[in-house]
Structures are given as C-alpha cells and as structure tokens.
C-alpha cells in the first residue's frame, strides 16, 4: 500500500468534515472504551497480568535469534516450512511461489494486517490470482477498494447504510428486493456469499498472533471462525507472520491471551483460539496438505535494540486507538498507511522511514491513555517524542513545522474538539512546561512554541478529567 | 547471504554478543522447563463449584450448555436439542472413541454421518478434551477420529465435555497435553472455543453466527 502518511493534514481534515466518518467514529469511541473497562475490571489481577507479559516479550526479544531458531526446527520437525524474508517484496514473491506451485487461482484469507503492510492484495491480483478477504470487515472494504482504518475492526469508519449499498452494488445476483436494513441481514449475506469461497480456494492465507518457539505452533484469535475455514478447507495454507510474533512456550502464549482479547475487544477470550502445527497427518480427515511459514523482517530487526525497540513488544490489541482522541477524531484512514493510531504513529516511520512519516507522532496530544491502556506497557508517547527528536535533529523542516501549527490551530477552530483533545493533555502538559510554568514546546503546536513560550494551564489531574468527562457523556446518552 | 542468515545476523548484532553462552541458556531453560506464569484466582475452584463456573462462564458468552448425569444420556440429548431447535434429525460427527461407545442406535430416526464434515451439514457433534472453567472454553484436538470441519462448517455445533476433565485453567490443559503428546509435541490442532461464531465488524453489534457455528451447545457429562 502506497505510503499517504504526509497527506495527514489534508486527510485529517476531511476526515472532520465528514459526517458519515463522524457519526461512525462517534460509535466506536463508546463501544470499544465501556468494553475494555468492564472485562479489565471483572479481573483482579489484569495489572499483574500487563507485568507478567511485557516480562515474555522483553525475555523474547533479548533472545529472539534463539527462539526463531527453536521455532523454526520445529516446524520443521512436524512437516511445515518456514521461508525469511527479509523485505515485503521478498515475503510476496514467497507467498507467490507457493500459490504458483499449488496452481492457485483464488486464495481465501484470514483476517491479518501482515499481508495489508506487504501489500499482498494488489501483488497477487496484478499476478492473476484472486484474493478473497473472509473476515466480514475486511470483505467489506475489500469491495469498496478501501484499507482497513483499525488493526481489528477494519470498517470502523463506516455505517451499515454504506456496507447495504456495497452489498447491493457488487451482489447483484440477489433480489433487488430484499431486506437489507439490519446488521444481521448484511452478516448473514456475507456468509451465504463467502461459504462457496472456502471450498474453491487452493491456497488459505492467515496471519497469526503468536507463534510458539517451543512447539512450532501458529496461533490465530478470531471471532468469526473465518480464519479456521480459511486455513481448514484449501489444500495449502500460509501463516504470513513477523518475527516479533514469537513467544517462548505455550504458557507463555497462555498468558498473552489473557490481556489480548481484554484489550482489545473487551471480551475473556475470543471465540476461537486456534493453535496449529504442521499440516495434515497421517490419516487426518481434514486439514491442508501443506503448511508454510513466511517470516517477514520488514524492518523490525532495525528496531531491536534502539530507542523503538519496546515497541516490538506490541500485540496489536487496538486498545491504544480505542483510547486516542486524535484516533477518535480523525479515524484511521488520515494515518496514510496500514497501522494508524499511537501504535502507527511509533510504527509507520520505523517500517516506511522517518522521512515519509517522521510527522504523524504530531498527532497526538500526548495524554497518555494509550500507554495507561497498552497491555504491553508500551511508552507510546515517550517513543512519539523519540520521533519528533528525530525529526527535529534532521534539520528544521519548514513543511513539519507548518504541520505542527497547522494542526494545532485546525484544533483550536474546533472547540468541541479542542476540548476534548486538551481535556486529555493539560496535566501532562503542565509537567512539560516544568516549574517556570511556560512551555517550550507545545504538542500540536510544535512550529509556534518553537519560538516563543505560552504560559501553562492550570493542573488538574488526568483521572478527574477523565471521569467528569464520562459522566458528561453518561448524562448526555441517558438523556 | 540467505535471508535466514542475514536476518539471525541483525538481531545477533542487535541483542547478542559476548553473552552468547548465557542466552542459550536462559533459552534452554525456558523451553525445558516453562514457567506457568501467574494464573487468576478465579478458576482456582474445585468440584461442584469450578463446573458451576465454567456453566456460568460459558453463558456469559451465548454458549448453551446442559448437564447430564453419564455419557448414556448423551444421545437423547442431542435429539432433545434438535427437536427443540426444530433441526433435521441428523448429525455428523467423526470417529471419536468416546462418541462412538454411546449408543446411538437407540434414538430412532436419528442419522448419524461419520467423518468429515460437508457443506450440506446442519449440525455437528465433538468430543472436548477438556474444558477451562475461567472462561468458559472448550479445548478440542484434531486427529485420526476428529475431523476440524466438524468444528466450524455445521450450523450448529454440540460439543461434549467430561465433568472431569473440566480444568480450572488452561495452563492445567497444557500441561496434560504435554503429558499425552510428549514434551514440545502437539495434534495438528487445538481448537480453543469460547461460545458460537460472532461479529462485531458492522457499527460493532455483536451478532451471532459470522461463519462458523450460530449456535454452540455443551453436554457436560457428569460423573
Ligand atoms: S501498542 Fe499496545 S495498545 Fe497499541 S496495539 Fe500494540 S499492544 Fe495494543
């Protein structure tokens, strides 16, 4: 996918402009938050839990070299392949080769944000062969030619009114006639629609969540049990994963699972948690024939042990966009590429290049809740700040700087917004601008404090803040 | 160079060095011994109450579940459930041991489809490993006599699971997998699951039956 990242200004903008946007985004800020909280609160030990993970990936990532090595023998023992790749471009002709040797036409595909980074979609449709996205979102912007604008609800950014006339639009075999108006007839039609897809695909493509160094396991979190189909039916089926995927044990995985689907979608677990090692056995009634492993570098192996390395520990939750203001403001598209949010503002310019996307940690109004939230306790906007250094030391460029203001200011006319965007920021603020009590550097508007010093807000903590606002918004959706 | 090599090289450079001997180790160490790390107090439960919990649990998610009092009374639970649901009396299951020792001859009129399961497939039945009662999951292995399809393809899916093996976390559930499968080694499969398909894609509703099973019923066999 084609790097949009210094668009943001122009995207974010129409981004405010548009209602449909808006309205969709005014749902999802509600619905993800409430969730989390409830599931986080129904388990007395979630902090500890945090502790206890972001303690497996260090360990991982201090010793990744091993733990891929391990992996891989393992796979291998149980009758998989593993191919390296090293770039995106190394990873899709990977991917091709395989589909070429299995003569593949079509491919199903589980949901995965690897293969949206690597662009698969595109490469393989430009070589012939059909994609099928299965997962109901992403099926949905598949048709309108769209990129997810979440890591794990990728419409976000729509209404059901905009999926009904894309369902009417591309499926056009069914009765014009027919009931489109509820969610429920829009599932079940992707799913009459998907079924025959399965049974016709050569190749079943998946991500995976983690992979297991101790066994040579695969393991997808799902919902829908679209991944399990996908990976189940065709007789060859690729885990396209990243090498920070890795964990030690299954114990360790174990424990993961424990804050992933908290965080993200607020429930205990996902529906389906599947663990899947090597392909079909001897005598197995089901199952591919073939299991193929592309471990994708792309960029990462640059971030270990630098100033971004914490942020390999990320599991890819969502629960730092679910929390972001900006990300509620702007939603996922303004980011230009495939990760959007606080994790995509530290990510995008670690795989694309600060050059590209050195700007976007200026999206952010450095509040902290993505870091309070993250269940990797990942210091997201320590990182943001590690980028804007960057930045900065490559020289003062006039265009960021307009940036920085500009969107301040694009804030500032929008009070509604505003508010809610500094509500958000002022204590953190406040601590900036130390005991002279005047900033030098203000977020958002980076390009005026540079040259001169605004006085600070007064204090108030993030918490009360925090909560006056949820009872604000409780009073408001009661009334 | 291949990719492999140049890959191991960066992150050797990035995160080896001299301490190559102790980070094997620590690695070795890991894997033969893997820590269990920290399990939540709430499936640390025993007898009546862990089964009520994992009742509880597995509601809590849209799952139905039924108790029975043995593995005899399985079968007539099953055609219970298809008549409730006004389901054709039909099931496909694979050959799985403890299935095919219930007498499902007795139910009259019910067809019993072994093996693979096929589009045309309504209703699905397993046999669980086990179960964790922290959140209501059943774990499920592939192999010879369990067929995956049977998993995800019928609308609706029965899984069986014995009171006994009822674990109270899934760490209890690795560790008797690595008992029956041997240290490092796993089925092709394990399928955890925690109540019927969902979605939650379009203005995230949650709505039942995405594309695996609408429904998921559990007969939980006492004794
Ligand atoms: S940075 Fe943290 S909160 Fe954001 S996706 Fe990654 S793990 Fe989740």
């Not at chain 1, 040579?216 to 090498?243: C, F, K, M, Y």
């Not at chain 1, 114990?251 to 090692?277: F, I, K, N, P, W």
């Not at chain 1, 403001?329 to 503002?345: C, I, L, S």
């Not at chain 2, 649901?85 to 139910?107: E, F, I, T």
């Amino acid at each position: 996918m084609e790097v949009e990242s210094p668009k943001f200004k122009e995207k974010a903008r129409r981004a405010i402009a548009d209602e449909q946007l808006q309205r969709a985004m005014g749902k999802a800020r509600i619905g993800f938050v409430g969730k989390r909280k409830k599931a986080v609160e129904a388990l007395p030990e979630f902090e500890e839990l945090r502790s206890s993970a972001r303690a497996i990936k260090d360990h991982t990532l201090a010793h990744l070299d091993l733990y891929l090595e391990a992996y891989e023998r393992k796979v291998i023992a149980s009758g998989g392949q593993v191919h390296w790749a090293e770039t995106a471009e190394d990873a899709r002709r990977a991917v091709l080769a395989i589909c070429r040797a299995a003569g593949a036409r079509t491919v199903t595909k589980g949901k995965s944000m690897i293969t949206e980074e690597i662009a698969l979609n595109d490469f393989l449709e430009e070589e012939g062969i059909q994609p099928v996205e299965t997962d109901l979102g992403e099926y949905i912007i598949q048709l309108r030619g769209e990129h997810p604008s979440h890591i794990i609800g990728p419409a976000l950014h729509l209404n059901k009114e905009q999926v009904e006339e894309d369902f009417r639009r591309v499926h056009t075999a069914l009765p014009a006639g027919r009931d489109l108006s509820q969610p429920e007839s829009l599932l079940g039609e992707a799913r009459e629609i998907l079924r025959p897809q399965y049974f016709a695909a050569d190749v079943g493509i998946t991500g995976a969540n983690f992979l297991i160094a101790e066994t040579g396991t695969s393991i997808i979190v799902t919902n829908e049990g679209n991944g399990d189909l996908t990976q189940t039916l065709p007789r060859v089926h690729i885990v396209v994963a990243s090498i920070e995927k890795i964990v030690p044990t299954l114990e360790d995985a174990s424990q993961l699972l424990r804050v992933l689907a908290r965080s993200a979608t607020g429930q205990d677990m996902s529906v389906y948690t599947t663990l899947s090692t090597g392909p079909r056995r001897p005598g197995d009634p089901d199952g591919p024939e073939e299991y193929h492993v592309i471990l994708l570098d792309n960029g990462r192996s640059s971030m270990l042990g630098t100033e971004f390395h914490e942020m390999l520990r990320c599991i890819r939750c969502g629960a730092c966009m679910n929390h972001c203001p900006v990300y509620h403001a702007v939603g996922g598209h303004a980011y230009g590429w495939v990760y959007p949010g606080p994790m995509g503002a530290v990510l995008t310019p670690s795989l694309v290049g600060v050059d590209k996307a050195g700007h976007l940690p200026n999206a952010s109004t450095f509040c902290g809740r993505c870091e309070s939230v993250c269940p990797m306790q990942i210091p997201l906007p320590r990182m943001m700040r590690h980028w804007r250094e960057r930045e900065f030391e490559r020289g003062l460029n006039p265009a960021t700087q307009r940036f920085g203001l500009g969107l301040w200011a694009f804030f500032a006319r929008r009070p509604r917004l505003y508010r809610l965007a500094t509500a958000l920021t002022i204590p953190v603020l406040a601590g900036l601008a130390g005991s002279r009590g005047r900033f030098r550097s203000l977020p958002l508007a980076g390009g005026w404090t540079r040259h001169r010093d605004l006085p600070a807000p007064e204090t108030r903590t993030f918490m009360q803040q925090w909560r006056d606002r949820e009872t604000r918004k409780q009073e408001r959706s009661a009334a | 160079m291949s990719a492999r090599e140049a890959i191991l090289g960066k992150l050797r450079g990035a995160v080896g060095g001299a301490g190559d001997q102790t980070r094997r180790e620590a690695v070795e160490k890991r894997l033969g011994k893997p820590p269990r790390g920290l399990i939540p107090a709430r499936g640390q439960v025993e007898g009546e109450e862990r089964l009520a919990l994992f009742c509880r649990m597995a509601e809590a998610v849209v799952a139905t579940v039924e108790r029975v009092g043995s593995a005899d009374d399985v079968p007539g639970a099953v055609t219970h459930y298809l008549r409730s649901k006004n389901l054709a009396p039909s099931v496909r299951m694979g050959d799985d041991r403890r299935l095919k020792r219930m007498d499902w001859a007795a139910q009259k009129s019910l067809e019993v489809k072994h093996g693979r399961a096929h589009r045309e497939d309504e209703v699905g039945v397993s046999h669980a490993f086990a179960g964790v009662a922290e959140t209501g999951t059943v774990a499920l292995l592939s192999g010879k006599e369990n067929p995956t399809t049977v998993n995800f393809l019928p609308d609706h899916h029965i899984i069986v699971v014995n009171a006994k093996d009822i674990a109270g976390d899934l760490e209890t559930v690795i560790s008797r997998m690595r008992r029956k499968f041997g240290k490092g080694e796993m089925p092709r499969l394990l399928n955890l699951i925690t109540g019927p398909s969902r979605s939650g894609d379009i203005e995230q509703t949650m709505l039942l039956g995405a594309h695996g099973p609408r429904a998921l019923h559990l007969i939980v066999v006492d004794g």
